[in-house]
């Protein structure tokens, strides 16, 4: 369970006006969880977010809206 503050910042993240930074975000999520139900509706609104991105390294591109969907993943089986 995340603290106040910490939940604050995360929401701050996925809210973001640069979609550089929610990938970042998104992609922190996937790879540790937090376990904090409290985020899910702000990663699910990101399900339809098809800006472009980079996925991963080596380049690879794609939209917001898949890393939400793994984020989203990871969130609910943690």
């Known amino acids: ?29 996937w790879d540790m969880p937090t376990g904090d139900a409290r985020i899910l509706p702000y990663v699910e609104q990101l399900l339809h977010d098809n800006t472009p991105c980079v996925l991963g390294l080596p380049y690879i591109f794609g939209e917001i809206r898949w890393l939400a969907a793994k984020a989203l993943a990871a969130e609910r089986k943690a």
């Open 1 to 29: 369970m995340l603290t106040e503050q910490d939940f604050i910042e995360w929401v701050e993240d996925l809210r973001s006006d640069d979609p550089a930074w929610r990938a970042v975000t998104l992609r922190t999520l």
